[in-house]
């Protein structure tokens, strides 16, 4: 029986993005059921207040990037990690980008904006090599847009990769949680078009080299039997 997983989105994608990608539920969907014989998805709109009723609705979860910074003050940011927490009890649960710094928060980790923009192709050197890290990886390639990120990882946390820029980029919290900074579900066109627009607030320095490094291989297959490697094995 494939899974069910539960989709929490944690914003919406701006209408002039329309044309590459609708919704972040859209991405997942491509990225981890491409040949429609994966997992079957199910969208919650939590940055509008749409929350499931109960961790056993879905056999995973997990919970996408967004433009919001974890520690905004908005009224769902809270819902959303003790949901997390919840969840966790029974459930894997995955995180991605704003996802990853969520669960670093809700479980007693502190995120903030380090180093500056992180766009562009970035690889994180794998550290510690875990069962679900099927096929293994020295470092994992993927897309990245993100200012904030995890600086200090929550108690009793396992920190499996990062880089210099990035020293926590994948990380585990207890059997059932998993979150990875970088963006294995993003196209390149449409991370492409975003540091287009955003050139003058990323930086054209920045910017530009992060569009060069969009010919660097990325390993989004690898992720992706990560991910769901994770969601079903518990």
Known sequence: MALTIGILEAGAVAPEFHGYLTSFSDAFQN?????????????????????????EECDGWLITGAAAAV??????????????????ETRPVVGICFGHQLIAQAFGGEVKNASGWGVGVHSHEVTNMADWMVPPLQSLSLLASHQDQVVTPPPGAEVHGGSDFCPIG????GANVL????HPELTRDFASELLRVRR????????????DSMSTPTDEAAAAAWILGFLDRT
Do not use: H
């Open 170 to 173: 994948i990380m585990t919290i």
């Open 179 to 182: 979150s990875i900074q970088n």
């Open 71 to 88: 520690y905004d003050g908005d009224a769902w940011i809270p819902l959303l990690e003790a949901f997390t927490r919840t969840a966790s």
């Open 200 to 211: 003058d607030i990323i930086g054209p320095v920045t910017a530009d080299a992060a569009l």
């Open 31 to 55: 990225f981890l059921d491409s040949t429609g014989e994966g997992p079957k998805l199910r969208s919650y709109l939590c940055y509008d207040g749409e929350f499931p009723q109960a961790a």
